[in-house]
């Protein structure tokens, strides 16, 4: 073999080695390229990014034309649809400003917020949102009010209204037929069995018509009938 077939061999020999060496160079750096592309920035980057614009208060506005804890600018929060959830992204709840920021970067890249997401160590594509995003500021969740258990029987009110009839008093009616209420009336003779008023004024020393004046009321319209019992007042 010539000393020219020699060299020819060593030059190809070097060539394929450097070729070889390359690529064996250039596969880690793409392969980090792909998976930098592939991977997504870690869930705490929005916090990161928020607390480098506004301080990690997600309700802010300073009046300077850019709202929330991600500063949008009202265009950029109505383009990316967050009017959905507030008029400006300082009266949404965080999860919705996450949510419109993730449409943001999904279209523009970090590059959105370039001092900040470059501050938080983002990279690739934005983290999944977690939780649902709700209008109108926190979410509030309205527990249901706990109905409490009313006793369907309503038991009537045991009210013991014994209306007791009214004792009637055993009254033994004074018939003002005669005799007994002549006999229970007081004075200063009692009338005996044989009696008379004439017999009666004679021994008071008076006469019958004065006893009678005096006792007609118990004696009654007959001063010939005295019963014995009676009172008279002399």
């Known amino acids: 073999m010539s000393a020219c077939a020699d060299n020819t061999r060593k030059v190809r020999t070097t060539r394929t080695t ?15 390229a792909a998976t930098g592309n592939a991977a997504a920035a870690d869930s705490g980057v929005w916090d990161r990014i928020a607390k480098c614009e506004s301080g990690g208060n997600w309700h802010i506005n300073t009046g300077n034309g850019y709202y929330g804890g991600l500063q949008f600018s009202a265009g950029t929060w109505r383009a990316y649809g967050g009017t959905a959830y507030a008029s400006t992204a300082d009266k949404a709840s ?5 949510a419109v920021a993730t449409k943001v970067q999904n279209a523009q890249g970090w590059g959105a917020w370039p001092t900040c997401s470059a501050r938080a160590g983002a990279y690739g594509g934005a983290p999944a949102s977690s939780g649902a995003a709700s209008s109108g500021g926190s979410a509030t969740t309205k527990s249901a ?6 006793s369907a029987s309503k038991s009537a009110p045991t009210e ?7 004792a009637k008093a055993s009254e033994a009616p004074a018939h003002a037929s005669g005799h007994t209420n002549r006999a229970a009336s007081r004075g200063d003779y009692t009338v005996r069995g044989g009696d008379t008023l004439s017999g009666i004024a004679e021994r008071q020393g008076t006469t019958w018509r004065k006893i009678y004046a005096a006792n007609r009321a118990v004696i009654g319209g007959d001063p010939d009938l005295i019963m014995p019992g009676q009172r008279l007042d002399l």
Do not use: E, F
């Open 160 to 166: 013991s209204r014994a209306k007791s009839a009214p």
């Open 145 to 150: 009010p706990k109905s409490t258990s009313k």
């Open 18 to 32: 450097a070729v070889l060496a390359g690529a064996a160079l250039l596969a880690p750096l793409g392969l980090l």
């Open 94 to 98: 965080k999860a919705a400003q996450i």
